[in-house]
């Protein structure tokens, strides 16, 4: 056994400095990979907050852009008002604010941040009674508005605003 090893003592040292070669491209190759991994959370981060963003500066442009056209169509004694769709009272609650219903903290929801928050109070949503009677329409809406990409249904908005309420 031993003249074995005198014969090849080459390649066992071949083959140790191939395992120690392959075993520090392996160790180093983790930090670069944890590094990537940093960067690309950073890089979600960023652009979510420039989403949420995007999303209140829309939300408040949506806002000033309904405020400006309704003031500037003023109704004239002659012309007939218009026939408005019927409105459920659920759809009525959502988008005017209650007698009794004080402004509420929104971001207690889960998933909705200060950013989203801002949006809807700029939308005129300032409590939980105005989430807790959305309908369908009023979330497709406000998903939209708010570009939440499924998020109000995902997190149960409406949901946890009713358990806020009870």
Sequence with gaps: MLWLIWQMWF?????????????WRLWSASGEA??????ARDEIGRLQRENDSL?????????????SQSSAKPESADSKPMAKPAK????????????TVEA??????????PKAAEALNAGGV???????AWTKSDIAKWDEALTARGRIERDDWVGQAKAKIA
């Design 88 to 99: 459920t009272k659920a759809a009525a609650r959502a988008k005017t604010p209650s007698r």
């Design 104 to 113: 509420s903290d929104l971001t207690e929801l889960k998933g909705l941040g």
């Design 34 to 39: 944890g590094k990537a991994l940093q960067a």
């Design 126 to 132: 300032t409590s939980f009674e105005q989430i807790a």
């Design 11 to 23: 390649f066992l040292i071949l083959a140790f400095l191939m395992g120690l070669g392959l075993g």
């Design 55 to 67: 999303s209140s500066v829309a939300a408040r442009h949506q806002a000033a852009l309904e405020a």
